[in-house]
């Protein structure tokens, strides 16, 4: 089994450092500066840089890591231009990582060629912004269709898959998700835990698919408390999954943020 544990970075992202043994990958460094000391700390060896998206606080630590260990494979999207990738990764394309065998998987929305990494028998999936712990990255650059397609891929995955994503925005998603289901006992009962994790100055992720799915108002755009709530902010029940999504995230975007 791969260790893996967050590295902080800048105000609120993490750096997910994977360990097996001596060796390590790391999935979208921004900063390389954690990293090389994480690195150094433990006398290990970077093998393998996992980038998910191009945007700078994913991608900035790549050529400081690529000049400390030449040997580390960089693996990114082939939708997307990013300099210091080694090998372009298309959806249903496979990687062998430290022993563990992930699989990629298309997830347009938050960028156009945005990926994950899942690997089924670690239940782990490296999302990047695409899903968060409570929230959904927002759609820079893809349409409501394509993030409504991608985050229902997701959804599907395993109840117990491990959900890594790249920032520590739980607190602020759940306040939002809170908003619109305020009934929700799952999402009550999460929130209290996730404060106090947040109190104990802990990160609260890795979080549960299956959590997601009962608490996330961005996997719940079909659930029938959250068209009421959409129908009753906006004055329209939404015709389809990706104006339930947009009505939303629009919420989100203009009224909470």
């Known amino acids: 089994m791969l260790a893996i544990r967050p590295l902080p970075a800048f105000e609120d992202n993490y750096i997910w450092l994977l360990q097996h043994g001596d060796d390590a990958a790391v999935v979208d460094p921004g900063d390389a500066a954690p990293v090389l000391a994480a690195l150094q700390i433990e006398a290990l060896h970077l093998r393998a840089i996992l980038i998910t998206h191009h ?9 400081a890591l690529r000049a400390a260990w030449p040997q580390a494979v960089v693996y990114g999207p ?3 231009t990013i300099a210091g990738v080694d090998r372009h990764l298309h959806d249903g394309d496979s990687l062998d990582v430290l022993g563990a065998r992930f699989t990629v998987l298309d997830v347009p929305g938050h960028t156009r060629g945005h990926i994950a990494y899942y690997a089924a028998a670690e239940s782990t999936l490296f999302c990047g912004d695409t899903l968060f712990a409570g929230g959904c990255g927002r ?3 893809g349409t409501p269709q394509q993030m409504t397609a991608s985050l229902t891929r997701l959804r599907a995955l395993p109840g117990d898959t491990c959900v890594y994503c790249a920032h520590e925005y739980t607190l602020a998603n759940l306040g939002f998700a809170r908003l619109v289901e305020p009934d929700n006992a799952a999402l009550l009962a999460r929130i209290e835990r996730d404060r106090a994790t947040r109190a104990r100055d802990e990160p609260t992720v890795p979080s549960l698919l299956a959590l997601e799915r009962a608490t996330n108002p961005f996997l719940r755009f079909d659930e029938p408390a959250l068209l009421d709530a ?4 906006t004055g329209q029940r939404p015709t389809d999954d990706a104006a339930s999504f947009w009505a939303t995230r629009h919420w989100k975007d203009t009224e909470y943020d």
């Open 55 to 63: 945007h700078r606080d994913h991608t900035g630590g790549i050529a």
């Open 230 to 233: 959409v129908a009753a902010h």
């Open 78 to 80: 082939a939708g997307e």
């Open 139 to 141: 759609l820079f650059e």
